[in-house]
């Protein structure tokens, strides 16, 4: 009875010829697989794509804070509805490109025009399907607020330009 207990004890797991291959391909050759698939995911991070015409201002577009400060002069004059049309707004609402209404087009602003002046400069603040938030521009709002002035008025609206907000120093 103790020599077919001492022979039990000294058995393994692996009975036949199948587990030890099967037991070889886990502890060796799937690991060896797992490390290269690993140096190759971490080899290929700094790989530009094929055609990048500048891959160092790529990389740094990749790696740049969420955020940015932008400092601007507060004292300098604000322009003009015409002026912020002429330099943001005019490359899509001149030509209708994105399908943004053409500047002068009173049929395609009238239900526009129907929503009101502060639904109209939110829009714009905002963005509104093809276009994004300030038209991609880089105004202050009483500008932007000017130009959606501008651009309604040309297709027969009569909204007044808002004035620039009295300073807190007069």
Partial sequence: MSAHHNEEAHTGPIK????????????????????????LFVTSGNKTSPGAAN???AI???IQKVGQVVIRDANRPLKTGEEVFNAQC?????????GAPKAGD?????????????ALVQSALKGKNAM??????????????R???????GAGAKFEAPAPAASAAN
Avoid: M
């Fill in 60 to 62: 740094a577009e990749r």
């Fill in 106 to 118: 009173t049929a395609a602003w009238a239900s526009r025009i129907s929503t009101g002046f502060d």
């Fill in 16 to 39: 036949n010829p199948k587990q030890l291959l099967t037991a070889v391909l886990y502890a060796f050759i799937v690991p060896i697989f797992g490390i290269i698939a690993l140096v």
């Fill in 55 to 57: 891959p160092e201002r």
């Fill in 90 to 98: 005019a490359a899509c609402h001149a030509t209708g490109a994105a």
């Fill in 147 to 153: 130009a959606v002035a501008y651009l309604a008025n």
């Fill in 132 to 145: 994004s938030p300030q038209g991609g521009g880089n105004f202050s709002d009483i500008e932007i607020a």
